[in-house]
């Protein structure tokens, strides 16, 4: 399996920051990379795949860089809907594995 | 707008069977890939598996001997199976809609439904 490491696990920032979080993956996946939000409650929420390409309906703040085993989402301008926990998932092979996760905390 | 939402019990007992079904709203179940994700305080997000609608299925091998997935696309349903569970089991399950090649990313979740293991 393809492990994925995120970091940092926790993040404090407020209304405003600017954010960068990283996943790496343990071997090469091209560009096959996804970023998830999750908040208690609710439908986990798809922002990004393919790396760089904004989902649907989600804020131009997210952004997402990277190749092959380093990766990054961004989130410039937090606003308060932000703070939730973020996952990226790998779909080069299977099984598609996350990392274990960020927490976005309000500071 | 497509729904997912999760349906089953929410305690089982250990080396039981834990049996959950997904039924699919505002959108057909053909032509997309379906998944079963599960999230743990200790594991964080773990991918169970996902079903084609033709009925191929993908599994993670760290389960592969104990679950199965199921779609019905007459009910607009896909379900889970997952055998001898124990506490390791307990977890929320999402059901989610998987869309581009090989059902890479998951578009649309259900909201989850928390399973407990336990006598």
């Known amino acids: 399996d393809i492990q994925m490491t995120q970091s940092p696990s926790s993040v404090s920032a407020s209304v405003g920051d600017t954010v960068t979080i990283t996943c790496r993956a343990s071997q090469r996946i091209s560009s096959w990379l996804a970023w998830y939000q999750l908040k208690p409650g609710k439908a986990p929420k798809l922002l990004m795949y393919s790396t760089s390409v904004l989902q649907e309906g989600v804020p131009s703040r997210f952004s997402g860089s990277g190749s092959e085993t380093d990766f990054t989402l961004t989130i410039s301008s937090l606003q308060p809907d932000d703070f939730a926990t973020y996952f990226c998932q790998q779909a080069y092979s299977f099984p598609h594995t996350f990392g274990q996760g960020t927490k976005l905390e309000m500071k | 707008q497509v729904q997912l939402q999760e349906s089953g019990p929410g305690l089982v007992k250990p080396s039981e069977t834990l049996s959950l079904t997904c039924t699919v709203s505002?959108?057909?179940?053909?032509?997309?890939?379906w998944s079963w994700i599960r999230h743990s305080p200790g594991k964080g997000l773990e991918w169970i598996g996902n079903?084609?609608?033709?009925?191929?299925?993908n599994y993670n091998p760290s389960l592969k001997s104990r679950v199965s997935i199921s779609i019905d696309t007459s009910k607009n349903q896909f379900s889970l199976k997952l055998t001898s569970v124990t506490a390791a089991d307990t977890a929320i399950y999402y059901c989610?809609?998987?869309?581009?090649?090989?059902?890479?990313?998951?578009?649309?979740w259900g909201r989850g439904t928390l399973v407990t293991v336990s006598s």
């Open positions: 505002g959108g057909a179940i053909t032509s997309y890939y």
């Open positions: 989610a809609r998987a869309v581009g090649y090989n059902g890479s990313r998951n578009d649309y």
């Open positions: 079903i084609y609608y033709s009925g191929s299925t």
